[in-house]
Structures are given as structure tokens and as C-alpha cells.
């Protein structure tokens, strides 16, 4: 536990989310699908972590985040 609280310490799009004793719950904010993979091998690699599961992925194009949620032409809105 404590090799992966330091490197969650280092790096800025991680954050441990639900601490435990035998599992823990991290979240994850990157700019791409790629840098998420490189996270979750990264903290697979950690000495005392037995796997990494991607529960939720959720992304939309940039221009979506400055609709109202209530405009229904949004990017990626099926019309």
C-alpha cells in the first residue's frame, strides 16, 4: 500500500478515491485512452497489487463540454 500511495502522491491525474485494506478504488483523469492504459499498467507493476479493473470510461469530444446539458444538438447527440 505504501508503494502505491507514493506514486499516486507523484502523479497528478490519479487520486485514491476509496482506501482499503485488501482493495482500493482510484480515479483516473487523462486526456486519452492512452494515458489511462499507461496508468493502470503502471500501478498493475506496483509490488503488492494483484490486478487493475477498469470499471467506468466515459469521454466526449472537447467542444461537448460547453453545451448546455439541455441542448440536444451537442456533439455525439444523436439527432
Known amino acids: 500500500?505504501?508503494?502505491?500511495?507514493?506514486?499516486?502522491?507523484?502523479?497528478?491525474a490519479l487520486e485514491m478515491a476509496v482506501p482499503g485494506?485488501?482493495?482500493?478504488?482510484?480515479?483516473?483523469e487523462s486526456a486519452d485512452q492512452y494515458a489511462l492504459m499507461d496508468s493502470m499498467e503502471a500501478l498493475r507493476l506496483?509490488?503488492?497489487?494483484l490486478n487493475v479493473l477498469l470499471v467506468y470510461h466515459h469521454a466526449e469530444p472537447e467542444q461537448a463540454l460547453s453545451q448546455s446539458l439541455g441542448d440536444s444538438?451537442?456533439?455525439g447527440a444523436p439527432t
Open 21 to 28: 485494506e485488501h482493495r482500493s478504488i482510484v480515479l483516473c
Open 73 to 75: 444538438t451537442a456533439a
Open 46 to 49: 506496483l509490488p503488492g497489487v
Open 1 to 12: 500500500m505504501d508503494a502505491m500511495l507514493a506514486y499516486l502522491a507523484a502523479q497528478p
